[in-house]
């Protein structure tokens, strides 16, 4: 199985902050790889699939990058409503697994 | 506009059954493969089961096999899941989405996209 380890868990962020985040995997798979955004009380969203390909209607200061076992999320200049936790998503084979999750807060 | 409704979530007892259901509008439901994901609350997410166009095929986590059924209806755009023999740590917000997929480089490639709200289930005497 195909483990997900975010870092950091948590991060403390200013608006305009430009944000970094890690999705390290157990082992190289496909860059079939997606990140979530979720706000409290709300459903995850997609952000990003494929590793790096935007879903249509996400803001441009969100980018994915990486393949093989190390993948990242940046968002280059944190907006307020950017602040929410974000987990990533490993789509290569069963069982489909998150990473822990992200959980970015205001400074 | 794509949606998806999920409903039948409640308090239950140890040991006993919950039937979830989950209303697809908005697009081509036969035309997808459907999963199942659940969060317990304040925590993260855990992808619980899937099932492809007709139905035939299905995948489970190891947490869940045995005790829980996917199934679904393309007649009625609906998705199921039925959980027997619950236990405490079955407690958790439970989500219908729909697997989105393309191919890239060769490969297919594939995320979940929408999600619906939610349903929250309960384990607890």
């Known amino acids: 199985d195909i483990q997900l380890t975010q870092s950091p868990s948590f991060l403390s962020a200013s608006v305009g902050d430009r944000v970094t985040i890690t999705c390290r995997a157990s082992q190289v798979f496909s860059s079939c790889l997606a990140w979530y955004q979720q706000k409290p009380g709300k459903a995850p969203k997609l952000l990003i699939y494929a590793a790096s390909t935007l879903q249509s209607g996400v803001p441009s200061r969100f980018s994915g990058s990486g393949s093989g076992t190390e993948f990242t999320l940046t968002i280059s200049s944190l907006q307020p409503e950017d602040f929410a936790t974000y987990y990533c998503?490993?789509?290569?084979?069963?069982?489909?697994?998150f990473g822990g999750g992200t959980q970015v807060e205001i400074k | 506009e794509v949606h998806l409704v999920e409903s039948g979530g409640g308090l239950v007892q140890p040991g006993g059954s919950l039937r979830l259901s989950c209303a697809a509008s908005?697009?081509?439901?036969?035309?997808?493969?459907m999963h199942w994901v659940r969060q317990v609350p304040e925590k993260g997410l855990q992808w619980v089961s899937r099932i492809d166009h007709d139905g035939y095929s299905t995948n489970y986590a190891d947490s869940v096999k045995g005790r829980f059924t996917i199934s679904r209806d393309n007649a009625k755009n609906t998705l199921h899941l039925q959980m027997n023999s619950l236990r405490a740590e079955d407690t958790a917000v439970y989500y219908c989405v729909r697997d989105v997929g393309t191919s890239i480089g060769g490969s297919w490639c594939k995320w979940f996209d929408p999600w619906g709200q939610g349903t929250l289930v309960t384990v607890s005497s």
């Open positions: 908005g697009f081509n439901f036969r035309d997808y493969w």
């Open positions: 998503q490993q789509l290569n084979s069963y069982p489909l697994a």
